[in-house]
């Protein structure tokens, strides 16, 4: 999987993330998480596109290659591509480990399913 280096600005209420490998692609947020997530749909988004226009995408620049602007922190996002084609995964849990899905799901107004993959992508921004 590809990570891309992106740049976060801003503050409370208004986060700003850019790429500086790709001229164009931003994505916003309330909140650094909201603004991180909308970052992934922004470069999965620009990858769906490039790819129908027969181009080649961007390869992503080390991070120590990045110029980090003051007041910018750097971060890196994943290009995680989406089938749309859902498959069963049969997994054991500890019980206690469900019941903590299970209740952050309730709390998030998420299925189990839909917290799993969420929190998944959560771990693969933060380079898990």
């Known amino acids: 999987m590809d990570r891309y280096p ?18 164009g692609i931003v994505a916003m947020g309330e909140t650094l998480d909201e603004a991180i997530l909308n970052a992934e749909e922004a470069l999965r988004d620009y990858a769906i596109e490039t790819e ?3 181009v080649v995408l961007v390869q992503p620049s080390a991070p120590e290659e990045v110029e980090v602007p003051e007041g910018c922190t750097l971060i890196s996002v994943p290009l995680i591509r989406l089938s ?5 995964a049969n ?5 206690d480990v469900l019941a903590f899905i299970d209740q952050e ?12 993959a969420w929190m998944t992508r959560r771990i693969a921004q ?3």
């Open 6 to 23: 992106a740049l976060i600005d801003g503050e409370a209420g208004a986060y700003g993330v850019t790429f500086p490998d790709i001229d």
């Open 52 to 54: 129908k226009d027969k």
């Open 84 to 88: 749309g084609r859902a498959v069963r």
């Open 91 to 95: 997994m054991m849990l500890d019980e």
């Open 105 to 116: 799901a309730r709390r998030r107004s998420m299925t189990r399913t839909s917290y799993v």
């Open 126 to 128: 933060m380079g898990g």
